[in-house]
C-alpha cells in the first residue's frame, strides 16, 4: 500500500504564490513518476505538472512559466511552487504516484485564488 499525504493549500490573493507538498510512503517501488493534477466540478481531472525519472518534467500551457515541480527522491516527495497565481487556478489539487505497478492519488487538497 501506497499512502499520500498533501498538504500547502489554501486561500491565496490573485498574483500570490503557494507551495504544495505530496509525501509518499509505504511500499514504494519501481516509481515512473511523481506529479500534480487539478479538478475543478464537472470537469475531468487534468495535468498540472509531472516530474519522470531523471528529471524530466512536463507542463501544462496554463501553468508553464509560474509554477515549477520539483521532487526529493531521498524522501520521496514531490513539490509543486506555485507563483502569480490566477483566479484559473482554482481548483483542488490531486497528487499523483505512478510506478511500474500502479497509479496512487492523494486525497486532494483545495487551492483557492480569490481577493
Partial sequence: QVQLVESGGGLVQPGGSLRLSCAAS?????????GWYQQVPGKQRE????VANGGITNYADA????????????????YLQMNSLKPEDTAVYYCNLR???????????????SS
Fill in 26 to 34: 509505504g511500499s514504494i517501488f519501481g516509481i515512473r513518476s511523481m
Fill in 99 to 113: 510506478t511500474i505497478f500502479k497509479e496512487n492519488w492523494g486525497q486532494g487538497t483545495q487551492v483557492t485564488v
Fill in 63 to 78: 501553468v508553464k512559466g509560474r509554477f515549477t515541480i520539483s521532487r526529493d527522491n531521498a524522501k520521496n516527495t514531490v
Fill in 47 to 50: 495535468l498540472v505538472a509531472v
